[in-house]
């Protein structure tokens, strides 16, 4: 399956290239440069001035052609708003000029995205040579601040296809994004490392003072030898600008250079500069040009929630790193080499895989998350997120601990990121008695958000604690939280806790229980009670590491008493339900008017926003977890199967045309997908049920599909992701933003987790192991990506070897985890050019002396 769009699937594409927390732009499906997010916040369907690239080709002193290099706007063509234009635009107007669609452009448009890289060929028969671009931003496991570049890296390729030399330019153009009366563009040439010539282009404001949050930098570069520039288009009314950057570019020759004073004010549009690259090709030969656009937005406000107590901003982390975009520049163009060719290491490790293609489709477009305005990186790297975008203001704030619960992509590809995440929820959120707000205020230091707990992402934060642990191997890192973690569980039986989760150590949650879906759950379920059990387990371990043995028997034996309850009294021999009488407005009185207000239904006389019978999608998510973590068993193996495949049979939808959906619209007509909850026939519905529970969201499906596949129901589950990659086909929806909340929503990294159902992944770096049971293909050999924190690599099997190779970091290793049947037929270890001495231990394979394995130093397992 390759990733590729042409005419009407590249619709709605927009791949974002930025850095982590560092916003970013999108380059459209067929070319352009849209959604212009480098302000430290969202700004989806945004423009910036004329900005895109154009190519002509001359020879002898004469224009054979010019065009911008964009392929169709696809329809509709009835104009769409743009915030702040004015009056006489939007609908009614047809699409704006700034889309450069009413300008000579490509006939013939494909676009291939494997994210972190995305590939464009633009065909015309009135062009005479071909071009491709390869467009990207770094992403490289456990390279945070290189995967964090405020920047948007283009690498163009040009052929001359003619029987002749000929003279190629390709020019890219861009607003200054702050337009503003003390405009500057400033052209420069800086020395790289390697002795290179660097052009660039600054776009700035002297306006604003340097602690504005408007101040800031543009810069367009590029290291090509030949260049030419326009400081300036022309200034003027109407249509001018436009109509004078064509007569200069189309035709032989060089752009002439323009430039006004920074103290005259531009007029009605944004002022656009135009950088140059010029290449002569002889027939069939085919060359290089590199830009990179840059930005510099240091100073970030909470315009979101502002603080009304104290100050409201900070630095943004890149701007500790760089004094302005031109910095950017530099360091991007003397590190291209490596930083392209270790992305596309990264990329070519996860495409290479043998899981299925939807599978490696679903992993990859969600990584992109990470690079959108969903993120940011406070002033010393701390990692934040929202939830996700709205159009022009993040969505839901605060690094929300029951939706990032769901990311599986950041703790294993820079698990630092995700360490910092636990320590500023343990630091900043916690409350004297172990209670955690799930919503993280900022600037950080704040008063703390003053709502209930929420249940799973309280006890889903015990749990990702002990996954980083497992994937750090720092167990001084561990310790340094333990007291936060601890206090994490002993809440749910402290007397101060209003909701009264668990006052009788029961190991069943029972009182009032706020979720993820936004309300709370009354009386025991196994969705958010096993949530506690897998806190409590992971709370026995991690205890019981750390010398506390007092406090991981206790645990245990809540855990034990409360696994047993539930596996006995909440399955209903297909599948787990919640334990309520509808009718009982008593459970609601304990908590007061504001609970008896908000969920009692008068006229039908029963709680409203429940689950009750039904069938619902998160009933087991606590196992799907605990396996991701090496947790064990938190329900019974046998009917958490069974729970599986009853939410398979009731809740998978092939066609939505049929079903009654009163929420939010995420598929729809012919679309399948897998919704929240179901209550099958026979079984009685709430009058007003659980809150979404008709729709379709990707992160809920992909964890759901994911534990599908861990269980061995795997048509099951690559039914579920197939269904959703078919809805952001590119026509439809953005394949690289997937949408609940808003745009680019965290949750959808779930997807990540598919790579380790498919390997059987298994890692404990506090004991030095890894390990594989990978689902067999048909071919009996197997490849995949994994990431922990020291190293990342590739692990591949065949019938007669198996190799881990590491690409980037080390991996130090006392043992690995392999089927018994595997370990049995196993002559020889190597580790780079000497043996290794091993003995086998149940299925493990555990070494006398640990073994280091880098780059140069891969392991190979040698099998009869």
Known sequence: MENVYKGAKTREISFPLGGIGSGSIGLAGNGRLVDWEIFNRPNKRSFNGFSHFAVKAERNGKLLDARILNGDVQAPYMGEPIRGANLHSGYGFGPESQTMAGMPHFREVAFKGEFPVAEMTFEEPAFPGRVALTAFNPFIPLQEDDSSLPAAFFEWEIENTNDEPTTYMICLSAGNPIPTKKVYHRYSVSEGDRGQAIHMIQLGSAQFADDHVSFGDMTLATDAEEVSYQEFWYRGGWCDNLEMFWHDFARPGRLTNRQYPEDKPPMARKDTASLAAHVELGPGEKKK????????????????????????????????????????????????????????????????????????????????????????????????????????????EGSCTHVWNYAYALPFLFPRLERGMRDADFAYNKRADGRMSFRLMLPLGRE???????????????????????????????????????????????????????????????????????????????????????????????????????????????????????????????????????????????????????????????????????????????????????????????????????????????????????????????????????????????????????????????????????????????????????????????????????????????????????????????????????????????????????????????????????????????????????????VRIESGDSAAAFFAEGDEIRFVEPVTLNAERPLVIVCA
């Not at 901003?313 to 163009?333: I, K």
């Not at 291209?336 to 477009?365: I, M, N, Q």
């Not at 645990?555 to 787990?576: A, M, P, S």
């Not at 130090?812 to 595997?822: C, D, G, I, S, Y």
């Open 289 to 396: 040009v590199r830009f990179a656009i840059s930005w510099h937005f240091p100073n970030v406000e909470n315009h979101w929630n502002p603080n009304p107590a104290g100050p409201n901003g900070w630095r943004n982390y890149y701007a500790t790193l760089f004094e302005d975009s031109a910095a950017v520049a530099n360091y991007a163009f003397d590190h291209w080499d490596r930083l392209l060719g270790d992305t596309l290491k990264f990329k070519e490790a996860l495409f290479s895989s043998t899981v299925p293609d939807v599978v490696k489709d679903a992993v990859s477009a969600n990584l992109s998350v990470l690079k959108s305005p969903t993120v940011l990186r406070l002033t010393d790297g701390t990692f934040y997120g929202f939830e996700g975008c709205i159009e022009n203001i993040g969505c839901c």
């Open 448 to 826: 703390r958000m003053d709502a209930r707990a929420c249940a799973d992402g309280q006890f889903g934060g015990v749990v990702k604690a002990y996954r980083d642990w497992k994937i750090s191997g720092d167990t001084d890192w561990l310790r340094s939280n333990w007291p936060a973690i601890k206090q994490s569980i002993t809440y749910a039986w402290a007397e101060s806790n209003e909701d009264k989760w668990d006052p009788g150590k029961t190991g069943v949650l029972t009182g009032r229980q706020h979720h993820t879906l936004d309300m709370e759950l009354y009386g025991p379920n196994s969705w958010l009670s096993g949530f506690y059990l897998a806190a409590l387990k992971a709370g026995s371990e991690m205890a019981a590491f750390l010398g506390e043995q007092s406090t991981a028997d206790e645990f245990e034996t809540i855990f034990r008493k409360g696994k047993q309850w539930v596996d006995e009294h909440l399955f209903n021999g297909e599948y787990y339900v919640q334990r309520i009488a509808l009718s009982d407005k008593l459970l609601l009185d304990p908590f007061g008017d504001e609970a008896v207000n908000s969920y009692w239904n008068k006229e039908r006389d029963e709680i409203k926003y429940q689950i009750a019978e039904g069938c619902a999608i998160d009933q087991v998510v606590a196992q799907w977890h605990a396996n991701l973590c090496g947790l064990g068993e938190i329900f019974d193996k046998n009917q958490t199967r069974r729970a599986l495949e009853s939410l398979y049979r009731h809740n998978f939808k092939t066609s939505m045309r049929h079903e009654a959906n009163t929420w939010r619209l995420y598929s729809l007509n012919d679309e399948g997908g897998l919704v929240i909850c179901a209550w099958p026939k026979g079984v009685s519905k709430p009058a007003i049920p659980l809150t979404y529970n008709t729709e379709t969201m990707t992160g809920f499906e992909y964890q759901a599909a994911s534990h599908m596949i861990q269980e061995g129901f795997v048509e099951e589950g690559l039914s579920i992701v197939q269904a959703i990659r078919d809805r952001y086909d590119g026509e439809k929806r953005n394949p690289w933003n997937e949408i609940e909340c808003g745009s680019n929503y965290a949750r959808s990294m779930a997807s990540y987790s598919l790579l380790q159902a498919f390997s059987g992944f298994e890692y404990d770096m506090v004991e030095g192991m890894i390990g594989f049971k990978p689902l067999y293909t048909e071919s009996g050999s197997f490849s995949v990506i994994w990431s922990l924190d020291m190293g990342w690599g590739t692990y591949g099997q065949t019938d007669g070897r198996i190799d881990i190779h590491v690409l980037g970091g080390k991996l130090e290793l006392k043992a690995v985890r392999l089927p018994k049947e595997r370990i049995e037929t196993i």
